[in-house]
């Protein structure tokens, strides 16, 4: 069976490219204020972890800013079946809440017209604007009905962990259209990327990324949103993967102690995560030896909670080596396609369609 991308990034080429896809009034607010671009700082242009040098355009430095290069980059290359396009680029981090929901549905809208109408193989995140749930529930709700938008994307870092109630109404509307939550890499810079403040390299921000993860994993556990919403699912993205088995020992061991204050967390800490949780392969940061990562996945205790990913044009491997050397041929097939076809409800009846057609 084909490969499965869960997390490859179509670049926003120019704040321009999304102006025909804004409304009147936010169009001609940009262009008379001259609104800087948005290209996130969590991927500065300068970094090689940014993009491999093969696969950026020699002219602007920049790359996967058109469907035809990414196709012949990241898809072709691997075979691939389907991938699922995750745009960082910055609307979720405007202060101004109707700027960004104004932003959000324009990267939708861009994405819709620029690249899943031109590659039949890409499907997309619904970016939402994270300082408004009310907002960010009506772009779901507008977006659901296109059935190439296959998750809601939200970021790791933000002014709240991610399990405080004010972000339910985003989880029901996906819960309601059958969409994951993808948790991505990255933040919206109201706080510092680490417990103790501001850091001064771009490497302290990079490192402090899976911490971040394990800190609104566990938000999501002890405030109840695996009990609210049962069948939703939460994919972390560019997470890395190493860091889940002692971390669920650490809060299944602390959540014996202390399960009366969050008694609605009836099943231990571990179970729920193998259930409800799934994280994307890259960067996989597990040590290089084969035996070594498959005692890496024994911890895991599941085989159906990692999801093939490539990251393009993010650099984490060389040439097509984005599965880790030593998995079982068995595994790897899981990885590649049996879990995302599971997680992703969307991908398997669009699988289907295609099929019978």
Known sequence: ?????????????????????????????????????????????????????????????????????????????????????????????????????????????????????????????????????????EEINRCAADPRFVQVLMLVGGEAPLGRRQNWPIYAAAAKHGLPIGIHAGSTYRHPVTPVGWPSYFTEDYVNQSPAFQSQLTSLIAEGVFAKFPDLTVVLMESGVSWLPAYLWRLTKFWKGLRSEIPWVSDPPGSIVRDRVRLTLQPFDAPPKPESIMRLMDHFGSDEMLLFSTDYPHWQFEGLNALPEGLDPTLAQKIMAENPLRTYPRLNQTAIRETVS
């Open 1 to 137: 069976m084909a490969p499965i991308d869960c997390d490859i990034h179509p670049t926003v080429p120019n704040l321009a490219a999304l102006l025909p896809y804004l409304e009147d009034i936010w169009r001609d607010t940009i262009v008379r204020r001259g609104v800087d671009e948005l290209t996130t700082i969590s991927y500065p242009t300068v970094n090689p972890l940014t993009a491999r040098a093969d696969w950026k355009d020699a002219r602007t430095g920049k790359a996967a800013t058109d469907v035809a290069t990414l196709g012949a980059q990241a898809l072709d290359p691997f075979g691939t079946q389907f991938a699922i396009c995750n745009c960082l680029y910055g609307a979720q981090a405007v202060f101004s809440e109707d700027l960004s929901a104004a932003l959000c549905r324009a990267v939708n809208n861009w994405m819709a017209r620029e690249w899943l109408d031109k590659d039949s193989r890409l499907r997309a995140s619904i970016v939402v604007p994270m300082l408004n749930a009310e907002m960010a529930v």
